[in-house]
């Protein structure tokens, strides 16, 4: 009476299959297109940056109008300090938030500030510098790298405070209460016990704000765009960027200035990547410690 | 959170008997003032950025009212400005680049929740993520550089070719255009999209897929019965979110987009929205009422991301969708 059940797939399940593997197949390509968009622009970058790379780029500024040659120095420089005062400004204040948030306010008020931070962190970055344009360049009558870097921390200061607050979430209560238990104070608890544990998270969390800083033209252009082809050191002064320096030069008809302007994204990519994979490695590992696996 | 601890630390027991030391006291004060003035000044850089940009905006608020936003005039000789042309510009590529990156960023999640070998995993994720920490401005140069030309030589007259009936790949296409506006701007949202919808697909508990799998579905089954509907509102926020990048992004934009004021589908023609025609003008305001513009569109796009934030987080908070640094 037994009857042969067929093990191979009959019709219907054969389609469903198919389309099964189709979907996977979708899947796959999507994967693969954006792993290749990466690597096609990250390619163009070398491709063209390198050779346009010598020591005349760290030595020189900008050569006077239509002579070849000359470098991005004044513009290197400039990022640095830039990015270094903007960490200055960002990196206390946004530890202080995430301080206040985690270990003082009432959960209303945390919400309230992490909604803040938010929608901060939403604003586009166009907007910060139109913002702090009219907040600093304005009045001063004139650009300054002091508002630059004003602007700048502006969109560092969510991503540090953020940072900050998850993972001072990651720090057990059993902490904290261990420590109030032996009789210290509440601040000293927050300065000397639960602060140590979530250094490295902080410290990542600032390297990947600095890393997205580093990049950024939209709040430099309204607050440091206009200055002068020489290397400054004085934050009165509007100071040169990479990004603003790409940004004038890949527009210019000039091959020279063309070639510079990769040569600089080949420098910010380089800065900008490294940063990026040590802080993404460090607060993975930071990570898989506080929360003790 | 430390309710108990909230209690005690109001009235800590000392064997002494003399209350709490007076250092402790104040330095309990001290921090608590200081970080809470820090808080609040987040808060009042918030009002402050507002009022600002608003205030900035009042001569042409003044000047030309609501109807600003339906005038599609931008001319600074004659003194009329209006904004409809970069609101339909920023409308257009925004969306666009969302249609583009929409499918894709979900595709890359499932890829990445599902089917990539274990060990691949991490390493196409990470690069994914790599991917959005290229500075706008480079991916804008390579934008004008690279991408313009491919468009002009290979992309466009291979999409006119196959879609040219439609209104949106007309004619011969430019070196900047809304179509490499539209490209540039789905790379840029395409990372932040598709690591949200990991995240999202993961946190699929795991013996609601294993039981559609044991009815017999086939893992797309499972994908299209299960976790879509299950992470859909996520994948809602996740992409208002990279939309909201998009609406904003201003450098790579105006280097691609030719920053011709252009109310028109077809996608080969040059335009600009609010965000590019901003930067676009840094160096090049003259009159105040010009300036005044500007601010109005700096205003308007305020707004618009602040809505578009503000729901999504929203979404987040209602649906508990996990957190993208």
Known sequence: MSQAVSLEAGGRVRRRKLVNRAMEGVATLAALLAVGVLVVVVVSVLQRGIPAINLDLFTKVQAPFGEAGGGIEHAIIGSLILVGLATLMALPMGVLIAIYVGEFARPSVSRLIRLALDVLNGVPSIVIGVFVYALIVVPLHRQSGWAGAFALAIVMLPLVSRATMEVLALVPDTLREASFALGVSRWRTVLRVVMPTVLGGVMTGTVLAVARAAGETAPLLFTSSLYANAVTFDPSQPLPSLPVTIFIYADQPDKTLNDQAWAAAFILIVFVLALSVTARAALARSRRKLEGR | ?325
Do not use: C
């Open chain 2, 1 to 325: 959170m430390l309710l108990g601890v909230e209690a005690s630390s109001a009235q800590q027991p000392t064997l002494a008997g003399s209350g709490r030391r007076l250092s402790d006291r104040l330095g309990d004060l001290a921090l608590r003032a200081l970080t809470g003035l820090a808080a609040l000044g987040a808060l009042v850089l918030i009002g402050l950025l507002v009022y600002k940009v608003v205030d900035g905006a009042w001569p042409a608020v003044d000047a030309f009212g609501l109807s600003f936003l339906t005038n599609q005039v931008w001319n600074p000789v004659t003194n009329q400005f209006g904004a409809l042309a970069f609101i339909f510009g920023t409308v257009m590529t925004s969306l666009g680049a969302l249609i583009v990156a929409a499918p894709v960023s979900i595709a890359i999640g499932l890829y990445l929740s599902e089917l990539a070998p274990r060990s691949a995993r991490g390493a196409i994720g990470t690069l994914v993520e790599l991917l959005a920490a290229i500075p706008s401005v480079v991916l804008g140069l390579w934008g004008i550089l690279v991408l313009g030309p491919f468009v002009v030589k290979t992309l466009g007259p291979f999409l006119h070719s196959i879609l040219g009936w439609t209104p949106f790949f007309q004619g011969s296409v430019l070196v900047s255009s809304y179509l490499s506006a539209v490209i540039v701007l789905s790379i840029m949202i395409t990372p932040i999209a598709s690591s949200i919808s990991r995240e999202l697909f993961l946190q699929v508990p795991r013996d609601v897929k294993e039981g559609a799998l044991g009815l017999g579905l086939t893992r797309w089954e499972m994908v299209r019965g299960v976790m879509l509907p299950f992470t859909r509102a996520g994948l809602v926020a996740a992409l208002l979110l990279g939309m909201g990048r998009a609406i904003g992004e201003a450098i790579a934009v105006t280097q691609v987009i030719g920053n011709t004021p252009n109310i028109t589908l077809n996608l080969f023609s040059p335009g600009d929205t609010l965000a590019s025609r901003i930067a676009a003008q840094y160096a090049g305001a003259v009159s105040n009422l010009q300036v005044a513009s500007l601010f109005y569109l700096a205003a308007i796009l305020l707004v618009i991301s602040l809505v578009t934030n503000v729901v999504a987080q929203w979404i987040v908070g209602r649906f508990a969708v996990p957190r993208h640094a």
